[in-house]
């Protein structure tokens, strides 16, 4: 986390956009300074009706009583329309402020969040990380809306008053400034208490939200379990900790305003007092003194609301810290500056003396090599951790290897942009992922441009999906819902074939593709494999052996290391652990 305060980060991250910060702020302070421009009128006003022909505005040029009364109607219309036309002006220019930051500020901190890698994921919870981009960028703006404004509007009033006061009875002004200092250590003092309250009430925040989405996510695991109470009662729990974190800040934040009431009421009625006394003595005017008194609630009763502004305030920073921490969080895995040609990749793949191990935890591969020809079909196989996937997040750069090397076409993956390696790669993943939309929206998904129709359908149709599709109401054009809920799971999976298909990538990857595929579904896509592989580089990790018994080499991976390699039939021959697989898959040994 930063040292800074959120609020220097955050002028400085709206560096872009202070020429209209400084125009909203001129705005704010002008508007208050004709706001505060009454008082003076009913004290020219009285000093009119009181002085007569000896008033100040007879001073200017006004002889009369009615021309003076009449030059005073008219400078208040002027003022007045000018107090308006101010604070449409800030009122408009703080909202565009506002709306604005929060746009970009939410599309910064996203796009940062999908340039991270994998890893940081593994120790964030996607509500936490929506309360952060939802829930926080919205809590800046609303004090952007009119915290901001407040705030400079009481520094406003502070400085005209008080220079009012100094001019007309310098006597009688420290009275009425008095409060100021105990106002500004108070709100020093509060700011500093209230601030790690405020912290912990977002960190509560995260963790309820956390806690929903988690729980929405695996309603059917929740149902499926009966878990419907103990689920509550752990929402119960997180909400009533977040509760209880802003009862503590409110219990803090609420003290304030009352205080200040106090501390300012002794200001106000030593004006009164004083002040009355000496325009009773003839010592200070009487218009003056009605100036005074006016002014001196002008400047103190709104400090009352001082409590609730920086409450705003103190939110709106706890927020900022939140958001700004994010941004800040450094990319770990950056792409290279070489161009990659997806038109022109071969497809040769080669793992070079590679050792990776997850963050915590032993190595996955240890000094792992492997070549991969141009359009060959691998088939890699083994049991549960012996690094399979591993292979494939290396690959498309998820994570990156702690030693070795990996290329493509010759080329380390490391000094290649991510958009090109990426692209030149179509991953199925065992854990299907479909979004919301239409069928062919989620086939196309990523594709540049308008998605062909026909391309659309010759995916369907080699990833063995065309027919369950054209039996949707509404066929291509059927909506799936979100995360394809309304699919089955072999379903699903053959869209998320398709959708690598389309995509026509010169290195295809299927991550256990047919995990979640019945038996007719499996032999579908096993007799459309040809056509699924041909012309690009294929590696399959395979639960299932049928599915990879055409393969061109089969890799056993054990420890993750390379046991046995070799075609289908040598390795039964051979009578090692891909034989024993065989066996126990094909039933003709017990496990």
């Known amino acids: 986390m930063s040292p800074r305060h959120p609020l220097k980060r955050l002028v400085g991250y709206a560096r872009g956009r202070h020429r209209l910060l400084w125009v909203a702020s001129i705005c704010s302070i002008l508007n208050k300074i004709f706001d505060l421009a009454p008082p003076a009128l009913i004290g020219a006003a009285i000093d009119v009706v009181v002085e007569r022909e000896a008033s100040m505005i007879a001073r200017l040029g006004f002889e009369s009583v009615t021309e003076q009364l009449w030059a005073l109607a008219g400078l208040t219309v002027v003022i007045w329309g000018l107090e308006s036309v101010f604070e449409y002006a800030y009122g408009v220019l703080w909202r565009h402020l506002a709306q604005d930051l929060q746009h970009n500020l939410r599309l910064d901190a996203y796009g940062h969040v999908q340039r991270l890698e994998m890893a940081y994921f593994e120790d964030q919870s996607t509500g936490g990380l929506m309360s952060i981009l939802n829930d926080d960028i919205n809590q800046l703006e609303r004090f952007l809306d009119g915290g901001a404004n407040d705030l400079l509007q009481v520094g406003t009033t502070v400085v005209v008053i008080s220079t009012a006061f100094f001019a007309l009875a310098p006597g009688v002004a420290w009275m009425a400034l008095l409060p100021m200092p105990f106002i500004l250590w108070g709100s020093m003092a509060f700011q500093r208490r209230i601030a790690p309250r405020y912290a912990e009430v977002r960190e509560r925040a995260g963790e309820v939200n956390g806690l929903l989405s988690n729980n929405l996510s695996g309603i059917a695991t929740i149902k499926s379990f009966t878990a419907e109470g103990f689920e509550v009662e752990r929402v119960e729990a997180a909400s009533a900790a977040y509760r209880e974190a802003n009862r503590r800040a409110i219990r803090l934040s609420s003290a304030f305003s009352p205080l ?137 750069r998820f994570y990156d290897a702690g030693s070795g090397r990996i ?110 595929v019945d038996n007719e579904t499996e032999a579908a896509i096993q007799r459309s494999l040809s056509r699924i592989t041909a012309g690009r580089t294929t590696i399959v990790i395979a639960p299932r052996l049928s599915t990879i018994r055409s393969a061109d080499r089969i890799i056993v991976m054990e420890e993750g290391e390379v046991r046995e390699s070799g075609r289908h039939e040598a390795l039964l021959a051979e009578g090692g652990i891909y034989a024993q697989l065989w066996r126990v898959q094909t039933g003709e040994r017990a496990l």
């Open 260 to 396: 200040i009431r106090m501390v300012i009421v002794v200001g106000f009625t030593a004006t009164l007092v004083v002040g009355g006394e000496l325009a009773f003595s003839g010592s200070l005017a009487v218009g003056s003194y009605g100036v005074m008194v006016f002014l001196t609630q002008r400047l103190l009763w709104p400090l009352t609301r001082l409590g609730q502004t920086f409450d705003l305030y103190q939110r709106a920073m706890a927020s900022t810290a939140r958001v700004l921490d994010l941004l800040d969080t450094a990319v770990s895995i950056e792409g290279g500056q070489e161009a990659l040609e997806v038109g022109a990749v071969r497809g040769e793949v080669v793992f070079e003396a590679v050792t990776f191990a997850y963050p915590g935890r032993p190595p996955v591969l240890k000094d792992f090599s492997l070549r991969v020809e141009a359009g060959q079909t691998v088939a890699i196989v083994g049991s549960t951790g012996s690094g399979k996937t591993t292979l494939v997040n290396l690959l498309l």
């Open 407 to 516: 290329l493509l076409d010759g080329r380390d993956i490391k000094g290649l942009r991510l958009g090109d390696l990426r692209g030149a790669v179509g991953l199925v993943s065992q854990q299907v992922f479909l979004f919301q939309g239409s069928v062919r929206e989620n086939i196309a998904y990523g594709g540049a441009g308008s998605a062909a129709a026909d391309r659309i359908e010759a995916a369907g149709q080699a990833a063995e999906a065309h027919g369950f599709i054209e039996r949707l109401p509404g066929g291509y054009e059927a909506v799936i819902g979100e995360r394809g809920q309304k699919l089955s799971g072999g379903q699903r999976q053959r869209m998320s074939i398709a959708r690598a298909l389309y995509k026509d990538p010169p290195v295809l990857i299927l991550d256990e593709a047919t995990s979640a």
